[in-house]
């Protein structure tokens, strides 16, 4: 309310400082004061035409008065004229001045009423930070979660929400650092390793270093199916210059992805960079997806192997149609030495083909080579 009325006075100020010179009462000849000086001219002239002709003066000296008087006539007449009209303009002057002095404040306080939000309180910087913070004000929620951290600096979750937050806005730095803190306080996973990999890869314009290679394998030690580390040292091998490792790599993730995984056109791509073919996606592990394993330890090899052939097998339960399916989940549990298994899948896979006499012949043939029995 006192900024409303601080507004109302100034505005008042200023229209009064604009119509005060154009008040009424300005010094302007009257119209009285020229029909006198016209009264006093007139007489004068008769009393000329009078001494002429009594004598008193010459003819030629009554003419050059009576001419001069005349000239003083017509030049009071002709400004009495222009004082009418600009009397005229000043009038409309005034008023145009009033209309735009009053009816402009007036109208745009109305539309301000009716259009805008007058009841709607300030907002400074500070009260927002402290309000829940807009989803889409990233700057608002960021600041809030740093002066969060500020205050308590051993808060590793805080650091793990801002990181991601950073690195979208491309403060690369913030979020490698804050990466580190959440590992720090929070302990390793595979979520906070591939973050500070992807950060580091980032900040050094796309190569991955040796600090970035070394959190991609953490990651895949905390999980060995994590896309994103099978990625990126897929791609780390491949600017060493040892392609045919991140071959390896990056069909072994392709063939454990799913169909519709997001990742498998930027795989693809990059396979296609390298001149390797690109196997099907979900058909399950195969030679080469063990083979890519080699590099990692016996127990993240098992892991890996066992977490691809476990997904295939229940792909196949659900959708048993997939004769190279059950071929690759035969070979598969052989490779792990899971002879029980392989003989179950052989079995189950003879159960869907039963009226395909081509599909048992290979299933049969199959089981014959790895030593399954009939």
């Not at 009594?54 to 004082?83: C, F, H, M, Q, W």
């Not at 730095?173 to 804050?178: F, H, K, L, T, V």
């Not at 977490?307 to 339960?317: K, Q």
Request: charged content about 20%; glycine content about 10%; cysteine-free.
């Amino acid at each position: 309310m006192l900024l409303w009325i601080a507004f109302s006075l100034m505005t008042g100020a200023a229209i009064l400082a604009v119509l005060w010179p154009l008040r009424t009462g300005a010094a302007l000849p009257a119209a009285s004061t020229a029909e006198a000086d016209l009264a006093v001219y007139r007489d004068q002239l008769a009393e000329i035409e009078r001494d002429r002709a009594s004598g008193l003066i010459a003819p030629a000296d009554g003419e050059a008065a009576r001419t001069e008087v005349a000239r003083r006539i017509l030049r009071v007449s002709a400004e009495r004229s222009r004082e009418s009209a600009s009397s005229g303009d000043d009038r409309r002057r005034r008023i145009v001045a009033v209309v735009a002095l009053l009816g402009v404040p007036l109208m745009a306080g109305g539309l301000y009423l009716s259009l805008g939000s007058p009841l709607i309180p300030p907002q400074p910087l500070a009260q927002r930070l402290e309000a829940q913070p807009n989803p889409s004000d990233i700057a608002i929620l960021i600041r809030k979660v740093e002066s969060h951290l500020e205050a308590n600096p051993n808060d590793g979750r805080g650091y793990e929400v801002v990181a991601p937050i950073y690195a979208r806005i491309g403060r690369l730095d913030d979020a490698a650092r804050a990466w580190a803190n959440a590992i720090r306080l929070l302990g390793p996973n595979a979520q906070r390793e591939t973050g500070l990999g992807e950060a580091l890869t980032a900040q050094a314009g796309g190569v991955v270093t040796g600090e970035a290679k070394s959190a991609f394998q953490a990651a895949l030690a905390a999980d060995p199916n994590d896309p994103k580390a099978q990625y990126f040292l897929g791609l780390a091998a491949e600017q060493d210059g040892r392609t045919a490792e991140a071959a390896q790599r990056w069909s072994a993730l392709v063939a454990a992805s799913p169909p519709d995984a997001p990742w498998l056109g930027l795989v693809g791509a990059a396979l296609t960079r390298i001149n390797a073919p690109i196997p099907e996606a979900a058909s399950g592990p195969g030679a080469a997806d063990v083979a890519a394993a080699q590099s990692l330890t016996p127990e993240q090899r098992d892991a890996m192997v066992r977490g691809m052939v476990e997904r295939l097998e229940a792909r196949l339960a659900q959708e048993g149609g997939d004769i190279e399916g059950w071929l690759r989940l035969m070979r598969a549990w052989t490779v792990l030495g899971q002879t029980d298994k392989a003989k179950t899948a052989a079995g189950q896979a003879r159960t869907h083909f039963a009226s395909d006499s081509g599909a048992l012949g290979r299933i049969d043939a199959l089981a014959q080579e790895l030593g399954l029995g009939s």
